[in-house]
């Protein structure tokens, strides 16, 4: 009985904690869609507010105690049960969190909602300077933050940590450092080759005809429009503001196809794993996406190893072209297959190609780790930043724009932690990938066909439902019968790109 | 110094309530604009949150202790003083928040919330059956607030007092039968003359040009769209988001140009009147209009007293034209300006012209309060409504759409309470534009110049920058001169109407 209660204490708890969640997401989504600048003072307040409710919630000494109440009676009902895994997600927040000060955290959570609105300016305006304090303050609050949490290798790893339970500053440099073995010959041979035509995808494609083509594909994923919708912003991103409500956005280029649909194709693979979480989770920690890492495979799958696969194209190609009558060149489905895959060293991320996209993170895994550690200054941040890609890539960024302004991650949260989960996303998208093609054995028929339910289902039963109940080795193991590795990766990608480039 | 730290203590405690309730608009706003159908149910959640935990600071009890310690520091500060307002405000604020149990205003909001969700489907549907329970809940509810305010004349008093500070049921039956005792006999001889010609307000109207000249007109104003914006709902608002953050919404007609443009114009007053509070406020309950009365009195001297005159016209009918090239029949400047300003009884009170308008609002009050004291049963409102409007305005809907299923008021918040200050309003809106007609002496042709900055300035001046710190009385009194009183009222719609219907 009093186990009972106090469960129901800890649940009603939860649920508070998980709607001023889901409020300070309506804020931001706000913030990135439609908010007038002048509101971004007071919105940054307002964000700062919220955070630090939840943060003080999350924290009240309770939490504790009705965490070590129910602890033996929920790890009594097995390790895989509900309740066992509220209690042992739960415990891991909760002690992660009362190492922080609310204070810091609404410190935090107001500056980085400053920082972000003068990015949405500052990248367009090419002005760094404008960013530089701002970042630099970010970086010392990142340490700052960082340095709540003691006994890690690395005074980073708590970073990491906090996107990819159990992963560490070690764990990733060494997995990269694999992985660039394995990616650095491929790309050196595919660039002695002759590029590929992308001609088809430049020209002008009207903005709504782009739009109404990426929703029907996302609808036919399985992306739930009733309980989503999709909005432009200056950087695509998907975001869960309740039970039912799961939105992302997008960008279009009127004079590139590419961008807008894969960026589409994208965002509603993250949504449909939010949307796919078993709804008797709902109001706990449990119920979302388990990493970042697997969440980003869950994006990655749908835009990659569907959307741009061939059998993918088979089906969709003439409606494709039905959409847009009068661009594409006259393209055949293969060369439009072969155009969007292009590979092509180049200088934003988001626009990569799958083979060199993975240098784009490692760059900057490894710039804000010098960031952090002090042996790089922010202000030398933008050349250290064209030195590198230089090496890696072969490219020079000719503005602060498509160099260190690109990305959101560093100007609108910390700076840390938020990258390697990127190419984690991509290795575990090809394992998962072979798994659903071993088990459903008809998955490319299928996906010829246009018909993505039981790829969808595999994915429901293997990875979105559980939401956080596992960790992201456990799903993986679990999903596919073996532990995370980069051979299905590696595989992949030798096995699609090498034939097309005649390798 | 002890009064210094306790004022800036209670300054703090009011910043966060005021943050929050912004917070709660954001939510609001985005449930009527963008919200998918499926986000229903937690968006309740979360705006009863929000609501209560605004409610629990509110009525802190170290808020009542705040406010016995610097009362007197304040007040010496003399009446007038941002300090003793705010006082005195805060004061009024608290000792009605203490009354009400936080478990209630959260079930509250909660309820208001469904039903507003229900009724956005319902209203469409013409379907009274479902809002029926809900709307039986919300009297009853209603009621109970009211409850919670012993010491009141008639039990409906504390429900007109929070959006009218110190009006009474009594008081409005008063000014209610007054008014009707003025207007039926206008009406009467109106409606025995040839209708107006209003042809040339039907055709087919692309929204896009609805919006772009509606924003013209507005920003000519002086609303500030880089501190708001607009949108589309089915029933048109304004909300403040925040310092910097005040939104309208509006909603277009394909057949019908006044539908979209008078909405535009009446939003803009409100969010022009929150615009223009001065901003050493923010934070504070003083940083918003002081009554739903004063509010409505700015939406509708925008609306009416400027926009529908024919000095504004003067100016912007070429404009108008211009930007509907093949529409408006070929009418001109009088004959517009006849079309807008057509009498005739009709079924929905947002589309009825200014002389009718009136009628409509007695209707609700005193239907409302006919469904308040018992006398009157839910199921038998659209009965009652049916046989009222017939009475008073001849005219029968043909459907709950139109009947009582069409105002928002009921289904999305309590019943009482806000009906009357639409009159009230109405009342305000011409004694404060004869004022500054009386001051600025040029106001008619600075109106045929397109030149709003004087009046702006005008009513800046006199209301908009004072914010909740004098009463409505206080108001009226302060800006004209005289006590609130319907005579220019009357005088404004018989100088315009009777010469233009040949009385």
């Known amino acids: 009985m009093a186990v009972d209660a106090d469960f129901a204490e800890l649940k009603q708890?939860?649920?508070t904690?998980?709607?001023?969640r889901c409020a300070e997401q309506v804020l931001l989504w706000d913030q990135s869609t439609y908010m007038p600048e002048g509101g971004a003072e007071a919105r940054g307040r307002q964000l700062a507010l919220l955070?630090?409710?939840?943060h003080d919630r999350l924290t009240d000494p309770p939490?504790?105690?009705l965490l070590d109440s129910v602890t033996p009676w929920a790890e009594a009902q097995g390790t895989d049960s509900d309740e066992a895994a509220l209690v042992r997600v739960t415990r891991r927040d909760y002690e992660r969190a009362i190492r922080v000060p609310s204070s810091f955290m609404r410190k935090l959570s107001e500056h980085t909602s400053a920082s972000y609105h003068a990015w949405q300016r500052a990248r367009p305006a090419n002005d760094f300077a404008t960013m530089r304090p701002l970042l630099e303050k970010t970086v010392e609050l990142s340490r700052e933050l960082a340095s709540f949490h003691p006994g890690y290798a690395h005074p980073f790893d708590p970073l990491i940590d906090l996107a990819e339970d159990g992963m560490t500053v070690d764990a990733v440099r060494t997995l990269f450092a694999e992985l660039r073995a394995g990616l650095v010959p491929l790309i050196d041979q595919i660039c002695a080759r002759p590029a590929a035509d992308d001609r088809c995808l430049h020209g002008d494609f009207p903005e709504e005809a782009q739009r109404d083509f990426g929703e029907i594909v996302v609808r036919s994923f399985g992306y739930n429009f009733e309980c989503g919708r999709q909005d432009k912003t200056a950087h695509p991103f998907m975001i869960k503001l309740g039970r039912g409500d799961v939105r992302i956005t997008t960008?279009?280029?009127n004079d590139d196809l590419s961008d807008g649909l894969f960026s589409t194709l994208h965002e509603a693979g993250h949504a449909m794993y939010e949307q796919g979480i078993d709804g008797a989770l709902d109001g706990t920690p449990l119920f979302h996406g388990t990493t970042a890492g697997v969440h980003e495979s869950q994006s990655r799958l749908w835009e990659n190893l569907v959307?741009?696969?061939l059998p993918f194209w088979e089906y969709w190609y003439a409606k494709l072209k039905a959409a847009f009558p009068s661009t594409l060149n006259g393209a055949d489905l293969h060369a439009f297959y072969r155009a969007i895959n292009k590979v092509s060293p180049s200088l934003v991320r988001t626009d990569a190609d799958e083979v060199t996209y993975n240098l784009h993170v490692m760059l900057r895994f490894d710039l804000e780790l010098e960031m952090l550690e002090g042996r790089l200054a922010v202000a030398d941040l933008p050349d250290a930043w064209r030195a590198r890609i230089?090496?890696?890539?072969?490219?020079?960024?000719p503005d602060h724009r498509d160099g260190a302004l690109q990305d959101v991650h560093w100007y609108g949260g910390i700076v840390g932690g938020a990258f390697q989960s990127y190419t984690l996303g991509n290795i575990m998208s090809a394992q998962f990938f072979a798994a659903a093609r071993r088990d459903l054995r008809d998955l490319d028929a299928q996906i010829g066909r246009g018909e993505f339910g039981p790829l969808r289902g595999w994915l429901t039963e293997h990875i979105y439902r559980h939401g956080r109940k596992f960790t992201a080795p456990e799903i993986v193991e679990r999903a596919t019968g073996e532990p995370l590795s980069i051979a299905p990766y590696l595989s992949y990608l030798n096995n699609k790109y090498r034939p097309m480039y005649g390798l």
Chains 1, 2 share one sequence.
Do not use: A, F, N, W
Not at 390 to 397: E, H, S, W
């Open 13 to 15: 708890r939860l649920r």
């Open 17 to 20: 904690i998980e709607d001023l």
């Open 51 to 54: 955070s630090s409710m939840g």
């Open 63 to 65: 939490i504790g105690k």
């Open 251 to 253: 960008r279009y280029r």
């Open 307 to 309: 959307g741009r696969s």
């Open 390 to 397: 230089k090496t890696d890539l072969g490219v020079i960024p």
